[in-house]
């Protein structure tokens, strides 16, 4: 009688058990808990490119483009030494209008942006390794070398 016991309240606690893991499995939508909403909003990622640059060069090559003829055309924004989307997009205008080809005024730090600095570096006397559109070593050391030049611009 004993055994008949313990085996009616094994199997009642295995079909109590077994009725509670096919509820919550077989739980929808409607009956599960509901999920939090995050708060959307719009964020704005401005990436940094510095190539190198330390924050005095940075805001050293963002004085040299703001008051780079005709002054006021090139805005790099504030002057913080990040060098962001309206920095380079002022360096983007400024390596167009003096025709080496930094591509589309977008701010986008790449090959196209490269190359126009590489151009622009190679025609002040600078050495970059080539106009290959990679800011490898000796283009980032000539980067250095021009926003270090005079003692900057600010």
Same mark, same amino acid.
């Given at each position: 009688? #004993?055994? @008949?016991?313990?085996t009616?309240?094994?199997?009642?606690?295995?079909? *109590? *058990?077994?009725? %509670?893991?096919? @509820?919550?499995?077989g &739980?929808? #939508?409607?009956t +599960? &808990? =509901? /999920?939090?909403? *995050?708060a959307t909003?719009t964020?704005t990622?401005?990436?940094?490119?510095?190539? $190198?640059?330390?924050? +005095?060069?940075?805001?050293?090559?963002?004085?040299?483009?703001?008051? /780079? !003829?005709p002054v %006021?055309?090139?805005n =790099?924004?504030?002057?913080d030494g990040?060098l $962001? @989307?309206?920095s380079?997009? /002022?360096?983007?205008r400024?390596?167009?209008?003096? %025709?080496?080809?930094a591509?589309t005024?977008d701010g986008d730090v790449? =090959?196209?942006?490269i190359?126009?600095l590489?151009?622009?570096?190679?025609a002040i006397g600078?050495?970059?390794? $080539?106009?290959?559109? !990679? &800011?490898?070593?000796? @283009?980032r050391a000539?980067?250095? #070398?021009?926003?270090?030049l %005079?003692?900057?611009w600010?």
């Amino acid at each position: 009688m #004993a055994l @008949t016991r313990l085996t009616k309240t094994l199997l009642g606690t295995l079909t *109590a *058990a077994a009725l %509670g893991i096919g @509820t919550l499995a077989g &739980a929808t #939508a409607a009956t +599960a &808990a =509901p /999920a939090q909403q *995050a708060a959307t909003r719009t964020v704005t990622i401005q990436a940094v490119n510095n190539l $190198g640059l330390n924050t +005095a060069e940075g805001k050293s090559v963002q004085c040299y483009v703001r008051d /780079a !003829v005709p002054v %006021g055309k090139y805005n =790099p924004g504030t002057i913080d030494g990040q060098l $962001g @989307t309206n920095s380079w997009k /002022a360096w983007q205008r400024f390596l167009n209008d003096r %025709g080496y080809n930094a591509g589309t005024v977008d701010g986008d730090v790449g =090959p196209n942006t490269i190359r126009g600095l590489q151009r622009f570096l190679v025609a002040i006397g600078y050495d970059t390794g $080539g106009i290959d559109g !990679v &800011a490898g070593t000796k @283009t980032r050391a000539a980067w250095k #070398a021009f926003a270090n030049l %005079g003692g900057g611009w600010c």
